[in-house]
């Protein structure tokens, strides 16, 4: 199975700061990486496929960026409803697999 | 207005059966690749098993491989999920979700999840 593994799990930051998270891939996963947010007691909510493409309806602080192995999720400036968890998550190869989570805190 | 609606979820003992629905609506149903994720409490999430469009092709996460079958019927747009010999450690939140046919083929659209509790 592929491993994701993200860095940090968690982070501390305030609004309008530059957040970016990590995901890095046990082998090359091409562009076939995504990220998603989840707010407590939710489903996780779809920001960027196939590394960099923006979701429709997604705010345009979020970018994604990356290929092969490592990848970076950035938030330009942060909002207070960004406080949030977010993951990556390959679909190279079944089984898909998610990372660990980063929690993003005030 | 594409929705995901689940049903199903429940108490159950170990080594008892669950069976969880989702309804889709607002989209072509039987155009779509459908997946279950669940979410253990306070943890991560795991991918559990896909459906091609038209049930041809079917894939599962190797720990739930024989016990947990994965079906649709598009002339009710739902996919279900029957879930048996359930272990302790299979409580969770379990999701349905729409897997965008292309590109990353990322889950766009996520239905409100379902608590299994496996528990005696």
Redesign the interface.
């Known amino acids: 199975d592929i491993q994701m593994t993200q860095s940090p799990s968690s982070l501390s930051a305030s609004i309008g700061d530059r957040v970016t998270i990590t995901c890095r891939a046990s082998q090359s996963i091409t ?4 990220w ?1 947010q ?1 707010k407590p007691g939710k ?4 920001l960027i ?3 960099s ?1 923006l ?1 429709s309806g997604v705010p345009s602080r979020f970018s994604g960026s990356g290929f092969g192995t490592d990848f970076t999720l950035t938030i330009s400036s942060l909002q207070p409803e960004d406080y949030a968890t977010y ?1 990556c ?1 390959q ?1 190279y190869r ?8 980063t929690k993003l805190e005030i | 207005e594409v929705q995901l609606v689940q049903s199903g979820g429940g108490l159950v003992q170990p080594g008892g059966s669950l069976r969880l629905s989702c309804v889709g609506s607002g989209f072509t149903f039987s155009s779509y690749w459908m ?1 279950w994720v669940r979410q253990a409490p306070g943890k ?4 559990v098993a ?1 459906i091609k469009q038209d049930g041809s092709e079917i ?1 599962y ?2 720990s739930v491989k024989g016990r947990f079958t994965i079906s649709r019927d598009n002339a009710k747009n739902s996919v279900y999920l029957q879930m048996n010999s359930l272990r302790a450690d299979e409580t969770a939140v379990y ?1 349905c979700a729409r897997e ?1 046919g292309s ?6 659209y ?4 379902s608590l299994v509790a496996v528990s005696s």
């Open positions: 562009l076939y990486l995504n998603y989840q489903a996780p909510n779809l496929y196939a590394a493409s979701q993951y998550q679909s079944n089984p898909y697999t998610f990372g660990q989570g | 997946s991560g999430l795991e991918w896909n894939k996460l190797a999701f965008v590109s990353s083929w990322p889950f766009d996520w239905g409100q999840g």
